[in-house]
């Protein structure tokens, strides 16, 4: 999607929504330098026996074993490559043209999700781990792989924002997960987000 498309009509429907997905954004190409590096991290966790501050491990992972990454944590602090991407043009035009012009990096990760033995991500709203003063918040997704329905894309329920802000603790501890049945009847209406390799998410 080009600048060009970006219109009144997009930021009301983000709006309304709570979402929005650019497909293709990026080309193969541009993302193959960010997919290598992280092929070559999740290679580095091979021998580890625990999560440190680069790899958090599944706990299927075993050190004489094959690489079982749950996530990189904070990439785009801890390698330049990463860093250098976040301040692209064409992504930073985006979140501009949805949030203003005076915007503020908060953090990164990259989930890898993996088939067979990732671990799932229960019902959640951002807002319980990042509260702020105002609503100007974004969260951005590179897709490095294609999306597809078949092979976890994030779940999305439009409108939602605009909701409650649900509990996310179990007997007084904080969990980062809703009770499935307290949105059992929004979780009927959940969207997933999918299009090509180097498309961009937001919500």
Known sequence: MTIMQLDDALRARYV????????????ATEIAPLCRETERLIEAARGKS???????????????GEPRVRRIKDPVQQFDLYRAFSRNDKLLSVVRFLIGD?????NSKI?????GFGAAVEWHQDWAFYPHTND???????????????????LVVPGSHRDQVYDHHTDGVF???????????????AVP????????TIH
């Not at 309304?16 to 080309?27: A, I, K, N, Q, T």
């Not at 999560?51 to 299927?60: A, F, G, T, Y």
């Not at 989930?111 to 088939?115: L, R, V």
């Not at 987000?193 to 961009?200: F, H």
């Open 136 to 154: 100007a918040v974004l969260a951005v997704g590179i897709a490095l792989q294609d999306l597809t329905e078949s092979n976890g894309p994030l």
């Open 50 to 64: 625990e999560s440190d501050d680069v790899h958090d491990l599944e706990d299927s992972h075993e050190p004489d």
């Open 193 to 200: 987000l999918t299009g090509p390799a180097g498309s961009i």
């Open 102 to 106: 005076n915007v503020r990096f908060h």
């Open 111 to 115: 989930n890898i999700k993996a088939a």
């Open 175 to 189: 969990t980062g997960a809703i009770k499935a049945s307290s949105v059992a009847k929004e979780s009927k209406r």
């Open 16 to 27: 309304r929504d709570g979402y929005l997905v650019f497909p293709s954004l990026f080309s």
